[in-house]
């Protein structure tokens, strides 16, 4: 009886593996097709300047809409991508959507916004990162200090020298470049030093309780006195509340995105906002 109790949960963990499998197969089969198919698209969230409460900017985010699973959150099918190795052309793909949301502003008289584009780790780790970057700014005649590139501390962290040095190359062209996430990746603060960086944005974790509990209260202004110190700007991320905003403001924190400003939306409806059409 315990020898067919025994097949038969072998049985049992068995097919529910071989369910996960396929279906991250089936997922990883519709994401090499959702590029040709053109289901992505770039939503932009407002970045806003703490002190005017104007929009400077946007994060682009990455939407996959599948015709029949509907809305995909990155947080999904990123993973996927990433370990697929996918994440190559949709990384170029937002790029080069990106550099045309620029070419675009300009042409519109927005050319002050800035974009901030996320990199994943298998991009900063790739060769064709900067031949790319190089030739989309040169053939749309785009300032580099226009363009934002975002990496997670965990990402830049899987291998800290040669992320050194391509934070290095981004910034003698004049890109800028946030840590985005800081504070999640467990990693000791010394890549600080190691790293040429613009921007640190404070990960949403330490943000949502800042009212309520002191030690993430203690954490955001000691992070923002630690970046100002190091000569870097502060982007609080998924600010949701007035006094969130109060107290960010408060400690010196530059710019802000979250839902108490503006959700992350579809492009026509961000340049409504900046334009100040009422939507
Ligand atoms: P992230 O770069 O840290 O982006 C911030 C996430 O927080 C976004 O989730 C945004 O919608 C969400 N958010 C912003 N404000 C608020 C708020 O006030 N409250 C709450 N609850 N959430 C807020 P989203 O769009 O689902 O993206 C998740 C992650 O997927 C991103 O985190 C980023 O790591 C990754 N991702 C998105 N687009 C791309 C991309 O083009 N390339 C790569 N490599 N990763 C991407
Ligand atoms: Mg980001
Ligand atoms: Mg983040
Ligand atoms: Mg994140």
């Not at 279906?23 to 089969?29: G, H, K, P, V, Y």
């Not at 400077?56 to 996927?80: N, V």
């Not at 937002?94 to 519109?108: D, H, I």
Request: aromatic share 6%.
């Amino acid at each position: 009886a315990a020898k067919s109790q025994g097949r038969g949960n072998f049985q049992f963990f068995s097919s529910t593996m071989n369910r996960a499998t396929h279906e991250r197969l089936l997922m990883e089969s519709r994401l090499s097709q959702a590029l040709e198919k053109q289901e992505f698209e770039l939503y932009l969230q407002p970045q806003v300047a703490m002190s005017t409460g104007r929009i400077i900017g946007a994060e682009a985010l990455l939407r996959w809409h599948h015709p029949e699973l509907g809305m995909i959150s990155p947080d999904r099918f990123i993973p996927i991508a990433e370990e697929s190795g996918l994440i190559l052309p949709l990384g170029d793909w937002v790029l080069r959507r990106g550099a045309q949301l620029l070419v675009r502003w300009r042409e519109q008289g927005l050319g002050h916004l800035r974009l901030a584009i996320n990199l994943s780790a298998r991009q900063c780790r790739g060769t064709s990162l900067l031949p790319l970057l190089d030739k989309l700014l040169a053939d749309n005649g785009i300032a580099p200090s226009q363009l934002e590139l975002e990496i997670t501390e965990s990402a830049a962290m899987q291998d800290p020298e040669s992320s050194s040095i391509l934070l290095h190359e981004l910034r003698v062209r004049g890109i800028k470049v946030a840590i985005d996430d800081f504070g999640t990746g467990y990693s000791s603060l010394s890549y600080l030093k190691l790293f040429k960086l613009d921007r640190l944005k404070i990960d949403r974790s330490f943000v949502k309780d800042i009212e309520t509990d002191p030690n993430d209260a203690v954490i955001v202004s000691a992070t923002i006195a630690l970046a100002h110190s190091l000569g870097l700007e502060v982007t609080a991320e998924g600010v949701e509340t007035e006094a969130q905003r109060a107290f960010l403001c408060g400690k010196g924190c530059e710019t802000a995105q979250g839902y108490l400003f503006a959700k992350p939306v579809p492009l026509a409806q961000f340049e409504d906002m900046v334009t100040g059409v009422t939507v």
